[in-house]
């Protein structure tokens, strides 16, 4: 459990400790689609799923986390196949709902990760459309 900077609550993590000397944070995780993903702008606020699963941490919760410091950003993926790409960044943050969590910073590719091929619009602001169908 940890309490960011002007969180004002704690809030249980997933702490991945076997990876690029561990202490990572998880924020998202996906594994054989249990969990739907298709979810309102106020389940992506808060999260949902299952820590020890698949689930998303909650918006709120990133924008506290990376708004107390300085974070580095790195991306696990396994493609249907088995094989396996990291990428990481010197720095992430995204702002809060106000802003719409949009991706603030987003620092540079660092050279050691095994594929550059993962690449981010910051500049686009969240759109609804993007994700769900409003009816």
């Given at each position: 459990m940890i309490q960011?900077?002007?969180a004002p609550e704690p809030f249980n993590v997933f702490c991945n400790n076997s990876?690029?000397?561990g202490k990572w944070t998880v924020f998202q995780r996906r594994m054989d689609g249990d969990v739907d993903?298709?979810?309102?702008?106020?389940?992506?606020?808060?999260g949902f799923?299952?820590?020890?699963?698949?689930?998303?941490?909650?918006n709120d919760k990133l924008a506290?986390?990376?708004?107390?410091?300085?974070?580095?950003?790195?991306?696990?993926?396994?493609?249907?196949i088995g094989n396996a790409y990291h990428a990481k960044y010197n720095l992430f943050r995204i702002s809060d709902e106000w802003s719409k969590y949009r991706l603030v910073d987003l620092g540079s590719f660092l050279?050691?990760?095994?594929?550059?091929v993962f690449t981010?619009?910051?500049?686009?602001?969240y759109d609804p459309s993007f994700c769900l169908v409003v009816m």
């Open positions: 960011p900077d002007d990876v690029d000397g993903f298709y979810r309102t702008w106020d389940e992506y606020r808060e799923g299952f820590l020890q699963r698949e689930f998303w941490l909650g506290y986390l990376t708004n107390q410091g300085e974070y580095e950003l790195r991306i696990d993926l396994v493609n249907k050279p050691e990760s095994t594929t550059g981010f619009h910051w500049w686009l602001k």
